[in-house]
């Protein structure tokens, strides 16, 4: 299982763009670069999947260069409802489920 | 739908004790799997199955059974409970795109 590489926590303030950046220098050709998220006492929940350049949906934006060793996970304007553990993934999808979770970022947000 | 359901929420079991942890599910994704959560740390799979009838062991299966016999329904068992098992338990689904799983939302086991 591939694994990738995030800082162990982050402080942001309210109304703040907020950017966690993940090293997956090992990344395979067929792996895609997927984000969860996590709140205290609850199960992770899926962000957002990028395989290169940039995805946006209505939560985040995901930020791929051509190389694909790095991603950058961007949260725009973040609240106190932010605050959570985010994890970045390599999925294969034919893993078929068998995802690495590493440590995460834990993120806070301050008022 | 309720989507993904696990029974109990919360269980204290002494070592040695044997016990059945369950994960239901209602939105008929074939992919199931079991993760366990130490504090502080990320999800470490378990098991997992790609259909009823199939399963496959993850990273740390040792002390843990598990069976398929329905699309439906995904337990995990402790054959003899251990302190090294307080955890807290995560089961998911991979949905029919492959690229987004859905936990459910996780039993809180502690062993004395």
């Known amino acids: 299982l591939a694994k990738t590489t995030q800082p162990i926590s982050m402080d942001s303030y309210e109304g703040q763009e907020v950017n966690i950046t993940c090293s997956h220098n090992?990344?395979?050709?067929?792996?895609?670069i997927t984000w969860y998220q996590q709140f205290p006492s609850q199960g992770p929940r899926f962000i957002i999947q990028?395989?290169?350049t940039k995805v946006t949906n209505e939560v985040a934006s995901l930020f791929i260069p051509a190389d694909r060793k790095s991603s950058t996970l961007s949260l725009p304007r973040v609240s106190l409802s932010d605050t959570a553990v985010y994890y970045c993934?390599?999925?294969?999808?034919?893993?078929?489920?068998?995802?690495?979770f590493g440590r995460g970022t834990q993120l806070t947000v301050w008022p | 739908n309720a989507g993904v359901t696990q029974t109990p929420k919360f269980q204290v079991l002494k070592t040695g004790q044997s016990m059945t942890l369950q994960c239901a599910q209602d939105?008929?994704?074939?992919?199931m799997s079991w993760y366990r959560q130490d504090p502080g740390m990320g999800l470490r799979l378990i098991h997992y199955?790609?259909?009823?009838?199939?399963?496959d062991q993850g990273e740390v299966p040792n002390g843990y059974n598990v069976s398929r016999s329905t699309t439906e329904d995904f337990p995990l068992r402790l054959l003899s409970a251990a302190p090294s098992q307080t955890s807290v338990y995560f089961c998911?689904?991979?949905?029919?795109?492959?690229?987004?799983?859905?936990f459910g939302p996780g039993t809180r086991l502690t062993v004395l």
């Open positions: 993934l390599l999925d294969r999808g034919s893993t078929l489920g068998r995802l690495y």
């Open positions: 090992n990344i395979a050709t067929n792996d895609y």
């Open positions: 990028g395989y290169k």
């Open positions: 939105m008929n994704h074939e992919y």
């Open positions: 199955s790609v259909g009823a009838g199939i399963t």
């Open positions: 998911a689904t991979l949905g029919t795109s492959k690229n987004e799983q859905f």
